[in-house]
């Protein structure tokens, strides 16, 4: 029973990873400084899909798994969670890149924003006085 909680605490927290690489540029509109954690994590992100490799949490996950005498699955977390859903073919090349694609844009959707809502507050502010 622990194997499997287990391994179903480490889904949950791989999936909100998966949820931050995507989305977490957008919560830098209230907190900026988690820009600092946000960008290495979704250059991370875009770097598993473009070279192809398997994110730690998964084999971990798998591990857990089979630990518990429970079925695994194939392939990588995003293919058996997400892109079965998302998407019902196999993972090729073309929407591997896709999805790097959709990390970069939607990261700079999210920055963009930033910027103009950082750069809307220093233009409002007033400025200090001295000498005229």
Do not use: N
Not at 45 to 55: A, D, P, Q, R, S
Not at 84 to 95: D, K
Request: with cysteine; glycine share 12%.
């Amino acid at each position: 029973m622990i194997w499997r909680v287990g391994a179903d605490v480490v889904m949950v927290v791989h999936f909100a990873f998966v949820v931050f690489v995507v989305g977490g540029g957008f919560l830098t509109w209230r907190w900026p400084k988690l820009a600092y954690l946000h960008v290495p994590v979704a250059l991370y992100g875009v770097v598993i899909e473009l070279v192809g490799f398997t994110c730690p949490l998964t084999p971990l996950e798998k591990h857990l798994r089979r630990l518990a005498r429970s079925e695994g699955y194939e392939g990588g977390f995003v293919e058996h969670y997400i892109l079965r859903v998302l998407y019902p073919g196999e993972l090729t090349t073309v929407v591997r890149l896709v999805l790097a694609g959709a990390v970069v844009v939607v990261s700079a959707v999210a920055y963009v924003g930033l910027w103009q809502r950082t750069a809307g507050s220093d233009s409002a502010r007033p400025t200090t006085g001295g000498p005229r």
